[in-house]
């Protein structure tokens, strides 16, 4: 099974970017479909988890939901074992904790999140 290990969080200022990364190991990104979730400040549930993007597999396109569309883009380096999310443009409502899954067949793998904090 894929161990997937993400960073890149931290404190940000409105307007400002951060850049996310999710480097696997024990198999290769192109094997799932990779997702970036986000979940926010008091819903503690993994349930809560909204999704942000996802990527299936090789070849076809990255869908975003509408509040990242234009300032977020996720993109996948085979030779790194990685996918990664460009976050510009950041805003206070951005800020939570951000996750990224591995998904094949009902099998599912989630990393231990990193923590996005947008404020001035």
């Known amino acids: 099974q894929v161990h997937l290990v993400e960073s890149g969080g931290g404190l940000v200022q409105p307007g400002g970017s951060l850049r996310l990364s999710c480097i696997a190991s024990e198999d290769t990104v192109s094997n799932y479909t990779m997702s970036w979730y986000r979940q926010t400040p008091g819903k503690e549930r993994a349930e809560d988890r909204a999704?942000?993007?996802?990527?299936?597999?090789?070849?076809?396109?990255?869908s975003y939901v509408n509040s990242v569309k234009g300032r977020f883009t996720m993109s996948r380096d085979d030779g790194e074992n990685a996918v990664y999310l460009q976050m510009n443009t950041l805003k206070p409502e951005d800020t939570a904790a951000y996750f990224c899954?591995?998904?094949?067949?009902?099998?599912?793998?989630w990393g231990q999140g990193t923590q996005v904090t947008v404020s001035s």
């Open positions: 899954k591995a998904t094949r067949g009902n099998a599912e793998y």
């Open positions: 999704v942000v993007a996802v990527m299936p597999r090789p070849g076809t396109s990255v």
